[in-house]
Protein backbone atom coordinates (compact mmCIF):
# COMPACT_ATOMS: atom_id res chain seq x y z
CA UNK A 1 0.00 0.00 0.00
CA UNK A 2 1.23 3.50 -0.60
CA UNK A 3 1.64 6.35 1.65
CA UNK A 4 3.18 9.82 2.44
CA UNK A 5 4.46 11.47 4.96
CA UNK A 6 4.77 15.05 5.40
CA UNK A 7 8.08 16.01 7.38
CA UNK A 8 6.97 19.48 8.75
CA UNK A 9 3.71 20.15 10.23
CA UNK A 10 4.65 23.62 10.08
CA UNK A 11 7.48 25.89 8.59
CA UNK A 12 7.51 29.41 8.47
CA UNK A 13 9.20 31.78 6.34
CA UNK A 14 9.93 35.71 5.83
CA UNK A 15 8.60 36.83 2.25
CA UNK A 16 10.84 36.77 -0.26
CA UNK A 17 12.93 33.88 0.67
CA UNK A 18 12.95 29.87 -0.19
CA UNK A 19 10.32 27.61 0.34
CA UNK A 20 10.84 24.36 1.34
CA UNK A 21 8.20 21.76 2.24
CA UNK A 22 9.63 18.15 2.01
CA UNK A 23 7.25 14.64 1.38
CA UNK A 24 8.35 11.49 1.38
CA UNK A 25 6.26 8.46 -0.50
CA UNK A 26 6.06 4.80 -0.21
CA UNK A 27 4.33 3.04 -3.05
CA UNK A 28 4.63 -0.70 -4.30
CA UNK A 29 4.07 0.20 -7.91
CA UNK A 30 5.54 3.03 -10.03
CA UNK A 31 3.40 6.15 -8.07
CA UNK A 32 1.92 10.04 -9.42
CA UNK A 33 2.35 12.30 -7.06
CA UNK A 34 0.73 15.69 -6.50
CA UNK A 35 0.94 18.70 -4.61
CA UNK A 36 -2.14 20.57 -3.53
CA UNK A 37 -2.63 24.03 -1.43
CA UNK A 38 -5.43 24.77 0.58
CA UNK A 39 -6.41 28.00 1.47
CA UNK A 40 -8.61 28.73 5.27
CA UNK A 41 -12.02 27.39 4.83
CA UNK A 42 -11.17 27.15 0.86
CA UNK A 43 -11.07 23.56 -1.08
CA UNK A 44 -7.89 22.52 -2.64
CA UNK A 45 -6.48 23.57 -5.82
CA UNK A 46 -3.78 21.20 -7.60
CA UNK A 47 -0.12 23.16 -7.79
CA UNK A 48 1.76 20.41 -9.93
CA UNK A 49 1.75 16.73 -10.80
CA UNK A 50 4.76 13.82 -11.36
CA UNK A 51 2.95 11.10 -13.48
CA UNK A 52 6.58 9.78 -14.89
CA UNK A 53 7.74 12.30 -17.21
CA UNK A 54 10.31 14.34 -16.26
CA UNK A 55 11.64 14.65 -12.64
CA UNK A 56 11.35 18.37 -12.39
CA UNK A 57 7.77 19.17 -12.30
CA UNK A 58 6.38 22.92 -12.60
CA UNK A 59 3.27 23.95 -11.46
CA UNK A 60 1.63 27.38 -10.60
CA UNK A 61 2.65 30.36 -8.69
CA UNK A 62 6.28 29.89 -9.61
CA UNK A 63 6.36 26.34 -7.28
CA UNK A 64 8.20 23.04 -8.57
CA UNK A 65 9.19 20.28 -7.20
CA UNK A 66 11.93 17.15 -7.91
CA UNK A 67 11.06 13.49 -7.87
CA UNK A 68 13.82 11.72 -6.45
CA UNK A 69 13.53 7.34 -6.75
CA UNK A 70 16.61 6.99 -4.97
CA UNK A 71 14.83 8.69 -1.69
CA UNK A 72 11.51 8.71 -2.20
CA UNK A 73 11.37 11.99 -2.20
CA UNK A 74 8.91 14.88 -3.86
CA UNK A 75 9.76 18.04 -2.06
CA UNK A 76 8.29 21.19 -2.98
CA UNK A 77 10.10 24.77 -3.25
CA UNK A 78 9.75 27.96 -4.49
CA UNK A 79 12.61 30.43 -4.88
CA UNK A 80 11.07 33.25 -3.03
CA UNK A 81 8.02 33.73 -1.27
CA UNK A 82 4.88 36.12 -1.13
CA UNK A 83 2.50 36.83 1.72
CA UNK A 84 -0.26 35.01 -0.78
CA UNK A 85 1.52 31.72 -0.25
CA UNK A 86 1.00 31.18 3.64
CA UNK A 87 -1.81 28.39 3.02
CA UNK A 88 -2.03 24.62 3.85
CA UNK A 89 -0.05 22.04 1.75
CA UNK A 90 -0.77 18.79 1.14
CA UNK A 91 0.85 16.47 -0.61
CA UNK A 92 -0.49 13.24 -2.64
CA UNK A 93 0.66 9.83 -3.47
CA UNK A 94 -1.33 7.70 -6.15
CA UNK A 95 -0.78 4.17 -7.75
CA UNK A 96 -0.79 3.58 -11.43
CA UNK A 97 -2.65 0.74 -11.38
CA UNK A 98 -6.89 0.19 -11.16
CA UNK A 99 -9.27 2.94 -9.40
CA UNK A 100 -5.80 5.44 -8.73
CA UNK A 101 -6.60 5.85 -5.43
CA UNK A 102 -4.83 8.81 -3.55
CA UNK A 103 -3.58 9.00 -0.11
CA UNK A 104 -3.40 12.72 0.85
CA UNK A 105 -0.60 13.65 4.01
CA UNK A 106 -1.33 15.19 6.55
CA UNK A 107 -0.34 18.52 5.65
CA UNK A 108 2.37 21.53 6.18
CA UNK A 109 0.91 24.87 7.19
CA UNK A 110 3.29 27.63 5.46
CA UNK A 111 3.42 30.97 7.26
CA UNK A 112 5.03 33.63 5.70
CA UNK A 113 5.82 36.74 7.79
CA UNK A 114 6.62 40.39 5.95
CA UNK B 1 -17.47 29.56 -15.20
CA UNK B 2 -16.90 26.30 -14.89
CA UNK B 3 -16.93 24.53 -11.10
CA UNK B 4 -18.22 22.91 -8.25
CA UNK B 5 -20.92 24.49 -5.52
CA UNK B 6 -21.30 22.98 -2.41
CA UNK B 7 -23.84 23.79 0.15
CA UNK B 8 -25.03 24.29 2.69
CA UNK B 9 -21.54 26.17 3.62
CA UNK B 10 -21.91 25.54 7.40
CA UNK B 11 -24.46 23.68 8.86
CA UNK B 12 -25.55 22.73 12.43
CA UNK B 13 -27.43 19.52 13.23
CA UNK B 14 -28.76 17.86 16.57
CA UNK B 15 -27.63 14.52 17.52
CA UNK B 16 -29.98 11.76 16.00
CA UNK B 17 -30.37 14.03 12.93
CA UNK B 18 -29.75 13.27 9.26
CA UNK B 19 -28.53 15.98 7.24
CA UNK B 20 -27.87 15.72 3.35
CA UNK B 21 -25.05 18.04 1.66
CA UNK B 22 -25.36 19.13 -2.07
CA UNK B 23 -22.65 18.90 -4.44
CA UNK B 24 -23.06 20.07 -7.74
CA UNK B 25 -20.78 20.60 -10.89
CA UNK B 26 -20.41 21.77 -14.19
CA UNK B 27 -17.29 20.47 -15.46
CA UNK B 28 -18.93 17.56 -17.21
CA UNK B 29 -16.58 15.78 -15.31
CA UNK B 30 -17.70 11.71 -14.99
CA UNK B 31 -16.03 11.19 -11.57
CA UNK B 32 -17.43 12.55 -7.98
CA UNK B 33 -15.65 12.12 -4.50
CA UNK B 34 -16.72 13.26 -1.48
CA UNK B 35 -14.04 13.28 1.50
CA UNK B 36 -14.02 14.00 5.16
CA UNK B 37 -11.19 16.26 6.58
CA UNK B 38 -10.11 16.65 9.90
CA UNK B 39 -7.32 18.63 11.65
CA UNK B 40 -3.78 17.51 11.42
CA UNK B 41 -5.66 14.11 9.31
CA UNK B 42 -5.35 15.42 5.92
CA UNK B 43 -8.05 14.12 3.57
CA UNK B 44 -9.96 10.89 3.66
CA UNK B 45 -12.29 9.31 1.02
CA UNK B 46 -15.46 8.40 1.97
CA UNK B 47 -17.32 7.58 -1.49
CA UNK B 48 -16.62 7.89 -5.09
CA UNK B 49 -18.43 7.55 -8.21
CA UNK B 50 -16.97 7.26 -11.50
CA UNK B 51 -19.99 6.57 -13.76
CA UNK B 52 -24.20 7.77 -12.98
CA UNK B 53 -26.00 5.36 -10.79
CA UNK B 54 -23.04 3.46 -9.47
CA UNK B 55 -20.91 4.53 -6.95
CA UNK B 56 -17.93 3.10 -4.46
CA UNK B 57 -17.16 3.20 -1.22
CA UNK B 58 -14.01 4.85 0.34
CA UNK B 59 -12.06 4.51 3.41
CA UNK B 60 -14.88 5.68 6.21
CA UNK B 61 -17.83 4.99 4.29
CA UNK B 62 -19.68 3.61 7.69
CA UNK B 63 -22.70 6.61 8.87
CA UNK B 64 -22.43 7.83 5.30
CA UNK B 65 -25.04 7.49 2.08
CA UNK B 66 -24.70 8.80 -1.58
CA UNK B 67 -26.60 8.71 -4.69
CA UNK B 68 -25.27 9.67 -8.46
CA UNK B 69 -29.12 9.98 -10.28
CA UNK B 70 -27.24 12.83 -12.67
CA UNK B 71 -24.09 13.16 -13.82
CA UNK B 72 -23.78 16.65 -12.49
CA UNK B 73 -24.72 15.65 -8.69
CA UNK B 74 -23.35 13.50 -6.17
CA UNK B 75 -25.15 14.62 -2.96
CA UNK B 76 -24.17 13.07 0.76
CA UNK B 77 -25.97 12.30 3.43
CA UNK B 78 -24.71 12.19 6.77
CA UNK B 79 -26.37 9.62 9.30
CA UNK B 80 -26.88 9.06 12.66
CA UNK B 81 -25.18 5.69 12.70
CA UNK B 82 -21.95 8.37 11.82
CA UNK B 83 -20.46 8.86 15.39
CA UNK B 84 -18.45 11.98 14.85
CA UNK B 85 -19.86 13.80 12.32
CA UNK B 86 -18.18 16.99 12.93
CA UNK B 87 -16.00 17.68 10.03
CA UNK B 88 -15.28 19.27 6.73
CA UNK B 89 -16.69 17.46 4.03
CA UNK B 90 -15.29 18.32 0.43
CA UNK B 91 -16.64 17.74 -2.85
CA UNK B 92 -14.22 16.45 -5.90
CA UNK B 93 -14.88 15.64 -9.43
CA UNK B 94 -12.01 14.64 -11.79
CA UNK B 95 -11.83 13.04 -15.44
CA UNK B 96 -11.94 9.25 -14.93
CA UNK B 97 -8.47 9.25 -17.13
CA UNK B 98 -7.23 11.75 -14.71
CA UNK B 99 -8.36 10.57 -10.80
CA UNK B 100 -5.43 12.55 -9.55
CA UNK B 101 -6.45 15.76 -10.99
CA UNK B 102 -9.12 16.86 -8.84
CA UNK B 103 -11.27 19.73 -8.65
CA UNK B 104 -12.53 20.62 -5.49
CA UNK B 105 -15.85 22.69 -4.25
CA UNK B 106 -15.29 24.69 -1.14
CA UNK B 107 -16.48 22.34 1.30
CA UNK B 108 -19.02 22.33 3.66
CA UNK B 109 -18.69 22.19 7.59
CA UNK B 110 -20.55 20.22 9.45
CA UNK B 111 -21.02 21.04 13.34
CA UNK B 112 -23.20 18.37 15.64
CA UNK B 113 -24.38 20.70 18.46
Known amino acids: AQSVTQLDSHVSVSEGTPVLLRCNYSSSYSPSLFWYVQHPNKGLQLLLK??????LVKGINGFEAEFKKSETSFHLTKPSAHMSDAAEYFC????????????FGTGTRLLVSP | DGGITQSPKYLFRKEGQNVTLSCEQNLNHDAMYWYRQDPGQGLRLIYY???????QKGDIAEGYSVSREKKESFPLTVTSAQKNPTAFYLC????????????FGEGSRLTVL
Open chain 2, 92 to 103: ASSIVRFPGELF
Open chain 1, 92 to 103: VVSENTGFQKLV
Open chain 1, 50 to 55: YTSAAT
Open chain 2, 49 to 55: SQIVNDF
